[in-house]
């Protein structure tokens, strides 16, 4: 089955650094998604990582480690806009035609 | 930004009445999604259609039931609404897998439904 944990808040400043973490169980398909989401917005895709590691794109890096079943989410530099909350998603199933997501991270950035 | 819309996009309905919230994609994406949002539940997928008439139930789909009869339409319809319907509905859609890949889902605006 499928379970994922990741911390309900965190607060920050920015400027900042904050690695907002997120572990699963899976039994479906390889990889894991974070997604962004604003308060009243969609969510928007961030990154998809398959393989282990760190996978870097501008002020955010993700990393996975599948045999650990655990990732994180890197933001630097924070600014406010980065206010919002972010989810990790893993496959559903085997097909990996679905996704399960955490329940989120809201994170809170002040000057 | 991928286009996806949905309709409506807020509605206020009764208990046990129907209600078909509606998902329009001009991306001719192959698979389309139905979640609802709600406060300390998170994103909970509802359905989700891997092909015109093709569809598969998600983790939360009791009361609920979809249909896609074209390629960039993908309904969903609550029989008889209830209280504890009232969420956010989000519609999103991806092209899919490519070998080993997945593709990353684009999220429609969602549609806030309350049930009274």
């Known amino acids: 089955g499928q379970n994922i944990d990741q911390p309900t808040e965190m607060t920050a400043t920015e400027g900042a650094i904050v690695q907002i973490n997120c572990t699963y169980q899976?039994?479906?398909?390889?990889?894991l998604f974070w997604y962004q989401q604003h308060a009243g917005e969609a969510p928007t895709f961030l990154s998809y990582n398959v393989l282990d590691g760190l996978e870097e794109k501008g002020r955010f890096s993700s990393f996975l480690s599948r045999s650990k079943g655990y990732s994180y989410l890197l933001l630097k530099e924070l600014q406010m806009k980065d206010s919002a909350s972010y989810l990790c998603?893993?496959?559903?199933?085997?097909?990996?035609?679905?996704?399960?997501f955490g329940k989120g991270t809201t994170l809170s950035v002040s000057s | 930004d991928a286009g996806i819309t949905q309709s409506p996009r807020h509605k206020v309905t009764e208990t046990g009445t129907p209600v078909t919230l509606r998902c329009h994609q001009t991306e001719n994406h192959r698979y389309m999604y139905w979640y609802r949002q709600d406060p300390g539940h998170g994103l909970r997928l509802i359905h989700y259609s891997y092909g015109v008439k093709d569809t598969d139930k998600g983790e939360v789909s009791d009361g609920y039931s979809v249909s896609r009869s074209k390629t960039e339409d993908f309904l969903l319809t609550l029989e008889s609404a209830t209280s504890s319907q009232t969420s956010v509905y989000f519609c999103?859609?991806?092209?899919?897998?490519?070998?080993?890949?997945?593709?990353?889902?684009?999220f429609g605006p969602g549609t806030r439904l309350t049930v009274t």
């Open positions: 999103a859609i991806s092209e899919g897998r490519s070998g080993r890949l997945l593709y990353e889902q684009y």
């Open positions: 899976t039994s479906g398909f390889n990889g």
């Open positions: 998603a893993v496959p559903a199933n085997q097909a990996g035609t679905a996704l399960i």
